[in-house]
């Protein structure tokens, strides 16, 4: 499964970062309904915040693998959220950029790859996953237009 490679390799790199504590993955990857198509959803969290700077999201990116393209999320409401292509193979991953501080607000459990000094574990333990439920008349404003 390329998603599993990818992620591996992510982990191998990331690892001797200074500024990264953990690295987990969500998404399709928690309910094993993973496939071909599906993209790989990562969440990269480090000792310094680095999603206010969109150069720094794109340098982490770009050492990961034979990046095509990336932009941020702010249209699905998540300016962290880095959306990236990569080729060799093609493959599609969002990397959220969080400190840990905003690692404890999450709308999943996470499986995680690196945890330093398992302060990620800690922060799933002592917070709860919280899915936010979309505003339903914003959706019908626009579903009638």
């Known amino acids: 499964m390329i998603q599993r490679e990818f992620a591996d390799k992510a982990k191998t ?13 969500a998404g399709s990857w928690l309910t094993n309904e993973i496939d071909e198509f599906s993209d790989l959803d ?23 693998g034979d990046f095509l393209s990336g932009f941020t999320g702010e249209h699905v409401g998540e ?4 959306i990236c292509l990569y080729d060799n193979p093609l493959l599609h991953v969002d ?7 905003e690692f404890h ?10 945890d330093k000094n398992r302060q990620l574990e800690r922060a799933i333990s002592n917070s709860q996953a919280q899915f ?14």
């Open 13 to 25: 790199i990331l690892e001797p970062d200074e500024n990264v504590i953990g690295l987990a993955v």
């Open 42 to 64: 990562l969440i990269l969290v480090t000792k310094q915040k680095i999603s206010n700077d969109k150069n720094l999201m794109l340098d982490y990116a770009k050492r990961l």
């Open 79 to 82: 300016p962290r959220v880095l």
């Open 132 to 145: 936010p439920y979309p505003d339903y008349q914003w959706i019908e404003d626009r579903f009638w237009t």
């Open 95 to 101: 990397i959220k950029f969080v400190t840990l501080d």
């Open 105 to 114: 607000s999450r709308i999943e459990t996470p499986a995680l790859l690196i």
